[in-house]
């Protein structure tokens, strides 16, 4: 499993890797916009598939559907922590099997 503070940036590579023509559009801007121009597409994409930027990042990542169970089930706890709720409470709010 890749480290929790590596998953956004292999996801954007993985995700920018998967998009050659995007490569070429963006190659003669600055590394900077470059990343900016990532960072919106990767958003938009997200948007479009009615998903998070965070779970698309975690499907981009995940090596198999068992991980990426595990890895939401982990982002999910993350912020019923950060809320202060409770996991059944927050899992009963979001409609989650615990």
Do not use: T
């Not at 997200?46 to 975690?58: C, F, N, R, S, Y």
């Amino acid at each position: 499993m890749i480290p929790k503070e590596s998953r956004q940036e292999v996801a954007l590579q993985r995700f920018v890797a998967a998009r050659p023509a995007m490569q070429e559009e963006i190659s003669q801007l600055s590394a900077k916009e470059q990343q900016q121009q990532i960072q919106w597409a990767f958003e938009d994409e997200a948007e479009e598939q009615g998903v998070e930027p965070w779970d698309l990042a975690l499907q981009l990542i995940a090596e198999s559907p068992e991980e990426l169970a595990a890895m939401r089930l982990e982002v999910h706890r993350e912020v019923a922590e950060a809320l202060g709720l409770g996991w059944e409470e927050y899992c009963s709010f979001n409609d989650i099997e615990p």
